[in-house]
């Protein structure tokens, strides 16, 4: 399991999160290349299904990444993505399944050292997990 690298899926809001990410790398801050970026226009527009569908897919985690609580580019955008994310714990949960291999994070335009740092922080702490249970449960 030393040579397990995850495959992380993000989520991640345009105006913020996204912005953020283009930050960190025009500023060549170091982070892992685990985590496959998707750009939405909000974090509020991501499905509960677009998350188990990555990870049914082969991610061993999901992470959401959107505008700070009151700055939403589309007023409540994160906070619609806040409760769907909320709900889909809740249900993982009670299916037994690994619920904190989904994460929300509030990132910033300005903030490129902090997704950087979330960039390492899931990136490790998913490699001590080990790959998902999930992972091709869709073929099964």
Not at 12 to 32: K, V
Not at 43 to 58: E, H
Not at 112 to 129: H, L, Q, S
Request: some cysteine; overall charge positive.
């Amino acid at each position: 399991m030393s040579d397990f690298e995850p495959k992380i899926v993000g989520f991640f809001c345009n105006w913020c999160t996204a912005t953020a990410a283009d930050l960190a790398g025009t500023t060549r801050m170091q982070y892992p290349p685990n985590i496959r970026p998707i750009r939405v226009m909000c974090s509020g527009t991501v499905d509960p299904v677009y998350v188990i569908r990555a990870l049914l897919n082969g991610a061993d985690a999901v992470i959401v990444g959107g505008c700070r609580p009151g700055d939403c580019h589309y007023v409540s955008g994160n906070m619609k993505a806040r409760r769907r994310m909320a709900i889909l714990k809740t249900i993982m949960k009670s299916l037994g399944l690994a619920e904190d291999r989904v994460w929300l994070r509030w990132i910033s335009a300005a903030e490129g050292p902090k997704f950087a740092k979330i960039a390492r922080e899931m990136t490790e702490e998913i490699r001590k997990k080990g790959p998902s249970e999930m992972a091709g449960a869709w073929e099964a």
